[in-house]
Each structure stands twice: as C-alpha cells, then as structure tokens.
C-alpha cells in the first residue's frame, strides 16, 4: 500500500512509475523529482507540467506536482491535482489523506471527514490510520465549535461568537466564510482594525470578492484613512466595474482625498488661509464622520498657528483637545499661540503634557525650553510691553509705536526734576526695545528667550554690563527718516 510522503522522505517515498508511463513522461518524472530534491521547485514544476501533458492518465504526475504545489504554499492548485489522482487512483490512501488536510483547513468539514473515512476504510498503513482517526477527531470538535459560533452570533453575543470563532480558525486557517463572520463581530465590538485583518484574509481566499473589499473601503474609510480606502475601493471595482455600492462610495473617498491633498500642498506652500478653506470643506464634504472632523480642525488649529493668529489657534485647538486631550499636534500648536499672546505658563503646561506622550520630540523640547525662558524673560524686561505691541508686530507697527511713546516720553517734556528722571528711564527702554525689535537678528535672539542688550543673558557673558545715558541722547529726533537709531554706550 503506498504510503503519503513525508519531511526529507518526500521524493525517495513516492509511488514507482508502473503505470506504463513513455519514456519522455518517465523522463520529466524522473527530472522533476531531482528538482525538487534539489529545491528548485519552480523548475521542478515545469518538469511536471510537462509529464501531466505527456500523459494526462498518469496520477503520478499529477500527485507530484500537487506536492511542488503545496511547496510553494499554493494550496488551491494543489487540490484539482489532489482530486484528479484520486479520480485515477481511488485506493491512493496518501493523496486522500492530503486532500482531507486541505479541505479541512478550508473550513469543508463534511467533504474532509468523507476522505478521512475512506482512508479508514481502504486499508491503510499504522500511520495513516492513526492520521485519519485523529484528523477526524478534530473535525468534529471543528463541526461543534462552529455551531456554537453560529448560534452565539444569532444570539447577537459577539464576544463569545470571536471565542468560538478563534478556536476553528486555528484550524481552518482557509475558510473565508468563518474569517468573514469573525470580521463581522469585531465590527460589532468596535474593533475594525481586527475586522479588516479577517476582511484582507477573505479576500484572498475566495475569488472575486468584492464584497469584502467594499467592507475594508468603509472601514478604513470612518477611521479616516482616506488613501487606504481608495486604495481598496478600486480593488472592488478592478473585479466588477459596475459595483454600484463600490462605485458610489468611490465617488466620495476621491472627492474628500482630493481637498485633503490639496489642503496639505497649501500647508507646505505656507497658504494657510487657502487652507483652512479647504479642510472646511472636508468637514461640509462629511460631516457623519466624527474622524474627518477631528483631523481638519486639528489642521486648521495648525494652521491659525502658523499663520500667527494666535485667538483663532487656541480657540480651535482647544475644541480638539476636548475631543483628543492627548493629541500631541493640538498640543505643540496651542503652546505656539499662547507664546505669541505672552501665555507662558499655558504654553508650558501644554508642551509638558505633549513631552509626556512624546518624549523624544525635539520640536517639543525646543519649545519647552524657550517658553520657560521667555517666562524668565518676562518677569524681567519685555520689548514688546515696552512698546506696547504684540509678539507678531511687522516692523512698522513697531516703528510706529515707538515714535509716539518717543514723543511721549522726551524728557525735554517734564519740568519737574524727579518726573525728568523718570522719563530719562522710560525713554531710555523705549529706546532700547525699539533698537532690538526692529532689527531682525536681535529681534529673534529676544524671541528666543535672550535678552540681546543683557550682558547676562549673553553666551559666555562675563563681560561688564553697559550703561547707557540719557546725555548721549539728546537731540535725537524719533521722526527723522536717516534710518536707525544708533545708541552710545558708555561702559564703566
């Protein structure tokens, strides 16, 4: 009785060729299974594809070349082979019990326990028998289980449904039926990540399934992974053209994919007004889609924050964080703004939350720092409340203001020997912010948290603190049009 090959056996074990092959089949036969031996399956293959041609009656052929099949883990052109043997052999035990396996791992319960019984039945060796018996054993445990499956999702019970479900596919890996079920109650259970992996499986195992393709779509889709469902939807309508559910829902997830991209191309343009419009219209485009929203004002919010409109960016950004209080972007956003509106202590609260979910985020690192010296900075002197302007003034505004508090403050105004004093002291500081915030280098050396005229504050600063007075500074005309302002020093 022939017996089914196994491990390093493989080749060596196989039935003799004394079915009355030719010669050139006996050849390509003989070819085939060095070949194989040798690895070389995708030749080894061709060998057999030849001998099949050669002699169609030959279940030799068609048994060794269902064995370079399921070699190469193509299991459903193994089982036509499997079956045409039998067909042409019916008391070949090996290629019976083979095909037993493979119908059970597709989740045919019935058509496998049918083989396993007629290797019971055919006299088979030790081996096989015990096989076949314990093969069958599984198979009914499979028949139970799935049962209890089926009844728990009736009974709308998904968890225990999964339970069930988990246990038969551990065995019958192959059954599309089963993993699209199971996907079914993870959708259920709100877990459509584990959906979609069952989904993709199905997919592959049953031809044409558009279905399970349309049902990834979606799902990726409401977790709002635009790309990957259109990517999926095309799938679908690579299989059936006129899928009227695949094509709707194709119209929409390239529309919204669309004003995305564009929206993101704006970003790196630095258009953020055009932006925001666009990722407005994402939110109009779908607005049933919680996750759409969440991302555009998380966009938005960046935007308003990089386009230094700082009430907008906290307001926005602030509607994300009730929504996602950990969302890290939102986070590094809101602090930008709150810098720009001289919130130091807010902006530090949200970098030290956002350092908490990301702790190697240089960006985070850098901001913390420089809103904690800018905090520093503040209780200490700020250009910008000299002048009385906000971080984000153009250079005109600053002008501006200076030549009014300039005008204001001459000390040529005040009679009054102590009111004299201390208007040398306030034009003195208007002087001075006016010098560091209308030149660019100085102005972002102070807007990183260094006071460029502190001697202090100064890299390495050692150095003797100047002193300026207000004699060095008299006859200064605030509205003259000769460009800026030179200070003298005068140093101890």
């Given amino acids: 009785m022939n017996s089914e090959p196994r491990g390093s056996t493989l080749v060596e074990n196989w039935p003799g060729a004394e079915c009355g092959v030719n010669a050139d089949v006996e050849k390509h036969l003989e070819l085939g299974k060095k070949l194989l031996a040798a690895g070389q399956l995708a030749d080894a293959l061709s060998q057999f594809h030849a001998a099949v041609d050669g002699d169609p009656d030959n279940y030799i052929a068609y048994y060794r070349r269902a064995t370079v099949f399921l070699a190469m883990g193509k299991s459903k052109a193994a089982l036509p082979d499997l079956t045409k043997v039998i067909e042409l052999k019916m008391d070949f035990t090996a290629a019976r019990l083979q095909r037993g396996h493979l119908l059970l791992k597709q989740g045919k319960l019935d058509e496998a ?74 959708i259920k259970e709100g877990e459509p990540r584990k959906a979609i ?14 279905e399970a393709f349309y049902k990834i779509s979606t799902l990726y889709y409401e977790l709002g992974d635009h790309e990957l469902s259109l990517s999926e939807v095309r799938e679908c309508l690579k299989l059936d053209q006129d899928h009227k559910r695949c094509f709707a829902h194709y119209k929409q997830v390239k529309k919204l994919n669309k004003l995305i991209k564009s929206a993101e191309e704006l970003i790196k343009e630095g258009r953020y007004t055009d932006a925001t419009s666009k990722y ?21 919010c960046h935007c308003f924050s990089k386009d230094e409109k700082p009430v907008e960016a906290i307001r926005v950004c602030s509607e994300v964080l009730q929504m996602e209080p950990d969302n890290v972007n939102a986070l590094k956003d ?20 956002a350092q908490e979910h990301n702790e190697n985020d240089q960006q985070i690192r850098e901001g913390l720092e420089k809103a904690q010296r800018l905090l520093k900075q503040s209780q200490k002197r700020d250009y910008y409340k000299i002048l009385g302007v906000k971080r984000n003034a153009k250079k005109q505004e600053i002008i501006k203001a200076y030549r009014k508090l300039a005008l204001q403050w001459h000390p040529d105004n005040f009679q009054n020997e102590e009111e004299k004093k201390k208007a040398e002291k306030k034009f003195i500081d208007i ?24 001697a202090e504050s100064q890299q390495g600063g050692g150095g003797n603190p100047f002193h300026r007075s207000w004699n060095s500074w008299q006859g200064f005309n605030p509205f003259s049009s000769g460009g800026p302002f030179r200070f003298k020093f005068h140093f101890n």
């Fill in 197 to 210: 992996s069952d989904l993709k499986a199905a997919s592959k195992l049953k031809n044409d399934n558009t």
């Fill in 280 to 300: 407005e219209s994402v939110m109009k485009t779908e607005p049933s889609v919680s996750e759409y929203t969440i991302r555009s004002k998380e966009r938005i």
């Fill in 113 to 186: 326990e049918d083989d396993f019984k007629k290797v019971l039945k055919s006299n088979p060796s030790e081996n096989e028998e015990k096989e076949a018996q314990s093969q069958l054993i599984k198979s009914d445990e499979m028949q139970h289980l799935r049962s209890q499956a089926l009844d728990a999702f009736e009974s709308s019970d998904y968890i225990a449904a999964i339970t069930f479900l988990d246990k038969v596919l551990e065995v019958c890996v192959w059954d599309a039926e089963l993993r699209e079920l199971r996907a079914e109650c993870f």
């Fill in 431 to 454: 002087a001075a912010a006016k010098e560091v915030l209308s030149d660019p280098e100085m102005r972002k050396k102070f807007d990183d948290g260094e006071d460029p005229l502190d």
């Fill in 334 to 353: 809101r602090a930008e703004a709150y810098l720009i509106e001289e919130m130091y202590d807010e902006a530090i609260q949200d970098y030290e939350t």
